[in-house]
């Protein structure tokens, strides 16, 4: 199983910009998947997480600005980010709850490589 992140790149503030990720590999089921950012100098933390259990969650920081969402028959993850900040300045990380189609295996969180998001004039 791997997560690929995609759709980092530099923006202006105020500006937007849209994360994917996508899960491959042989999956029976996911269950929560989120994004988390890793700014300069601070630990990792979490931006969005979305569930069918415990529903959506957002940091307070992006709360209005960002808009997570799922398509479960793609397996695939994203994140709309609008108004962007200095501060949303970050690597962006995707993070997923994974049940692999693998005799033996049980579920595992998998993480994303990490894709850099730059809000800059």
């Known amino acids: 199983v791997q997560l690929q992140a995609s759709g980092g790149g530099l923006v202006q503030p105020g500006g937007s910009l849209r994360l994917s990720c996508v899960v491959s590999g042989s999956v029976r089921n996911i269950a929560a998947m989120g994004w988390y950012r890793q700014a300069p100098g601070k630990e990792r933390e979490l931006v969005a997480r979305?569930?069918?259990?415990?529903?959506?969650v957002y940091a307070d920081s992006v709360k209005g600005r960002f808009t997570i969402s799922r398509d479960n028959v793609k397996n695939a993850l994203y994140l709309q980010m609008s108004q962007m900040k200095a501060d949303d300045t970050a690597v962006y990380y995707c993070n997923a709850d994974v049940l692999p189609n693998v005799p033996g295996k049980t579920w595992t969180f998998y993480w994303g490589q990490g894709t850099l998001v730059t809000v800059s004039s």
């Open positions: 979305t569930s069918d259990s415990h529903g959506t």
